[in-house]
């Protein structure tokens, strides 16, 4: 069973499959009309679209970075 979990309207990104500069590999979402405090992202990987992290919470301003890991590394706002 195929199970995803985000609601919607969902905000959807691709990024370059081999970006050479960090300005391109870099996307941002608008957040700010969560009412619990926090965004919800998945990742798909590949030309098939592979869900690879289904459904992190991240912090209303805090930064996702996606490392080609199973968990996304999340900086909270001010903590860099």
Known sequence: MDLQTYLTPATKKTLPGAAGDKESAKVCFPLWTRRDGFGVVSIF?????????E???????????FLNKPDLRVVEYGSE
């Not at 990987?45 to 992290?53: A, C, P, R």
């Not at 459904?55 to 970075?65: C, E, F, K, P, V």
């Open 45 to 53: 990987i590949g030309v098939e679209k592979v869900l690879y992290i």
């Open 55 to 65: 459904n992190d919470r991240i912090s209303l301003g805090a930064t996702g970075y």
